[in-house]
């Protein structure tokens, strides 16, 4: 009998995730497949319980349910301090992890960039900022955290520094601060798909040592990725974080390594 696994969120119909799971599983030849499944914050409990009670191999959960979770499932401790769960493992009890974090971690990492000891700026303070400031806070970065309302910056900065090194500001220095970074992250909306015009720096704010990862995969190069480019830094486009958080639960809940070639392949042939 075929394990089980899935997606949780709503809306969900759009999810790169099953495709991706799949291939892999396809590849290794695996007897398990991988759905998605359109659930509400109401009803996730009961969903979760459910999956549990059928034998699925675990789950992922994405908008708006990553928060919600906390309150059902048992969370590890990097999971509990980012305060979010993208990730169940049902091994045991439910388990719960956060996956986003050393999906970006990856994702840099097999580009050849440093992260401890690096100066990281990251604009934007919502769930994806959260999860990347926390693991790079962990991994010995020093982190700034620019946000267009700085009060979240601020706060979420304050959290981080538990971890690690870590200051929040709003968005009127961007420009002095990229100067002073060595890694500079869009965790905004800013630039995604139909809003391809919009970008938080461009060529001229940026310096050839900098490497500047957009977390925006939607479109695959978005201005930000183009103005680095421009200035001979060093781009870094999203979808990497996607496939690298995938596989990062894929570890979780089988044990393998899958073969991110093959779940690339199969996320790019879905734009
Ligand atoms: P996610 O969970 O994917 O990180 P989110 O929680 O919706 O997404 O966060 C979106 C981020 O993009 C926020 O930091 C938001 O800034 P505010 O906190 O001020 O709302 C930022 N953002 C969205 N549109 C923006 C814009 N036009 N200019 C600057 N920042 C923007």
Known sequence: MRTVFGVFGDPIAHSRSPDM????????????????FRVSPSKLRDALLGAKAMGFGGVNLTVPLKQEALKIVDADPLAASIGAINTVDFKEEMRGYNTDGTGAKRTLE????????????????????????????????????????????????????????????????LKGLIADSD???NCTTLGMHPHTEGTIATAQDMHPGLTVFDI????????????????????????M??????AEAFKIWTGVEPPIDVMKKAVLEGF
């Open 183 to 185: 890694i500079l992250i």
């Open 241 to 246: 974080m996607l496939i690298y958080q995938g």
């Open 21 to 36: 799971h799949n291939a892999a599983f396809r590849e290794l030849g695996m007897e398990c497949s991988y759905h998605a």
């Open 110 to 173: 097999e580009k050849g960039v440093m992260i401890a000891n690096s100066r990281v700026l990251i604009v934007g303070a919502g769930g994806a900022s959260r999860a990347i400031a926390f693991q790079f806070a962990k991994d010995g970065a020093d982190i700034t955290i620019a946000n267009r309302t700085a009060g979240k910056a601020i706060e979420l900065a304050s959290d981080v520094s538990a971890v690690g090194i870590a200051s929040g500001c709003g968005l009127e220095n």
């Open 216 to 239: 925006v995969y939607n479109p695959l190069e978005t201005r930000l990725v183009k103005e680095a480019k421009k200035a001979g830094a060093k781009a870094v486009t999203g979808e």
